[in-house]
C-alpha cells in the first residue's frame, strides 16, 4: 500500500481556513482525514475533544516535547499546539491522505523533519490585509491585545508565504477549494504516473 500525502495547509489567522477545507474535505475522492492537534488550551462550548483537537494539560503537552512524539509544536497566545507524530503516520501507513492545519512555525518544523516527495505545502492568502483585518476584528472571542498579536502575527506569516509550494488566494472559499483538490489530485497522479 503507497503512503498517503501530507498536505501542509497554513495561512494567517482570519484568511478563511476552515471554511475552505470544509468544501476540500468533503470530496470522497482524495481519501483525505484532517489531523487532529493537541492543545493546552481550554475547550470552547462547541468543541468535541479528539475531534477538534486534543485537549490536554500542560503536564501531558510537556511529556510529548520530551518524548520528542510531535511532528511540530508551537506556543501561540500562552497556550501550546502540537501534531502528534504517531497519530498522523498511522493515517498515512494506511495510505490516507492526511491534512494538517497548521501555524507557519509548525508548517517550517514539518518540512524540516520530513523531506520526501509525499508532501504537499499550500499557503492561503486573503484578497487584501485590509479584508483579513476586519474579519479578526469582527471576532467578538478575544481582547483587544489578542486580536493585536493575531494582526501582527498575520504580517509575519503573509512575508513567508513563499516558502511554500503552492499560494492560493481566498477570494471565493468554493473556488480556492477547487484550487486545492486540483493541487492534491495533480500530485497523486503524479505518483501513480511517476
Do not use: C, W
Amino acid at each position: 500500500m503507497k503512503t498517503g500525502l501530507l498536505i501542509i495547509i497554513s495561512g494567517p489567522s482570519g484568511v478563511g481556513k476552515g471554511t475552505v477545507l470544509k468544501h476540500v474535505m468533503a470530496d470522497d475522492s482524495l481519501n483525505l482525514a484532517f489531523s487532529v492537534s493537541m492543545t493546552t488550551r481550554p475547550q470552547r462550548a462547541h468543541e468535541v475533544d479528539g475531534q477538534n483537537y486534543f485537549f490536554v494539560s500542560k503536564d501531558v503537552f510537556a511529556d510529548y516535547v520530551k518524548k520528542d512524539a510531535f511532528l511540530e509544536h508551537v506556543e501561540f497566545v500562552g497556550n501550546s499546539y502540537g501534531t502528534p507524530r504517531e497519530y498522523v503516520e498511522s493515517l498515512r501507513k494506511k495510505g490516507i491522505n492526511v491534512v494538517l492545519e497548521i501555524e507557519v512555525e509548525g508548517a517550517k518544523q514539518v518540512m524540516r523533519r520530513i523531506r520526501d516527495q509525499k508532501v504537499v505545502t499550500i499557503f492561503l492568502i486573503p484578497p487584501t490585509f485590509e479584508e483579513l483585518e476586519k474579519r479578526i476584528l469582527g471576532r467578538s472571542t478575544e481582547s483587544a491585545e489578542a486580536i493585536n498579536e493575531r494582526l501582527e502575527k498575520a504580517k509575519r506569516e503573509l512575508s513567508e508565504k513563499f516558502l511554500y509550494q503552492h499560494i492560493v488566494l481566498n477570494d471565493d472559499p468554493l473556488r480556492a477549494a477547487d484550487e486545492i483538490r486540483s493541487i492534491i489530485r495533480n500530485k497523486l497522479n503524479t505518483r501513480i504516473i511517476g
